[in-house]
């Protein structure tokens, strides 16, 4: 079956550190361009950061939302076919639901976007609370 799992998420205190993992099953996750977002409650879903597909010379890239670039990072584990989201520095503002998206079919190459509606395969989502 082909889905895709988040996983990481709990409670944190602020200035603490996270890292969620997004498993894809049933292909490479790796090789396709990730999304990550997140959605607080009462909040429209927002973009995290993304990176690249993979081409056959070319390895992905990561973009991030301003507000987080220098906190976040994603980075793509080919080893267990995995993609991740380090979070650090954490603030009660970061309190939200994360979830990765990729699409259904391959895209390679540079280009990803910050955009939900640009994604057609999402996971479950996995709480990320921060408070004391």
Known sequence: QVQL???????VQPGGSLTLTCTGTGFHLPYYRIGWFRQAPGKEREGVGCIDGDGRSYRGVPVYAE??????TISKEYTDTTVRLQMNHLKPDDTAVYYCATDRVLKAGPGCYLKAKKYDRWGQGTQVTVAL
């Open 67 to 72: 507000s987080m670039e220098s906190r976040f």
């Open 5 to 11: 799992v988040e996983s990481g998420g709990g409670q």
